[in-house]
């Protein structure tokens, strides 16, 4: 099982970066950012394979999200927001699942507790962007990036609970298919995308 996925864990984002280039031809910034985020989960899933290596594993992802987090924030208009209020309950909802989460972590993170914040933070706010987009884009490019970047925290919650916390049953098959459902939520909404802006 270890090496199945050793061997097909890397292959998600090759496949994803492929698939986006082949349907998009990279023109856009805002699809240009989803491939580098791509890239860098690739980095990531291949650090986490190997031992020792959770730190750069981690940072790996923690650059992936802000790269989609800014992706995700050239489709967001300040104009809209103004008009539109529903991101603040959004904003709240992220801001009070994320202090849960770090609140049930602190005990056993140690020399970790500050990345781990900056990584919490970051992908709360790359959620909070992807939510930001709604009003700048169509119903199914939203969606599918929406609810990707929520199953992208769902599948880090698991992780770090698992490593952190208390073992998870059956946390491997879990964490897999959200992840790789988080990962193809957000390139197939990518392509998707109508967006009122050209970048």
Known sequence: MDGLRTMTKPLICIVLVLFLWNETGLKRKFHRLIAAGLVFGLAGDVFLMMNNMFIFGLGSFLIGHILYAWAFLTQTSSLSLTKHKGYIFIACLLISYSYYLYSVLKPSLGVLEIPVIAYILVIAAMALFAFTRKQQTNLASFLFIFIGSLLFIASDSILAINKFV???????????????????????????DRSNRSS
Do not use: E, H, W
Request: net charge negative; glycine share 12%; charged share 5%.
């Open 166 to 192: 208390a073992y998870v049953p059956d946390s491997g098959i879990m964490i897999m298919s959200s992840y790789m459902l988080a990962q193809y939520g957000i390139t197939t909404g990518a392509v998707m």
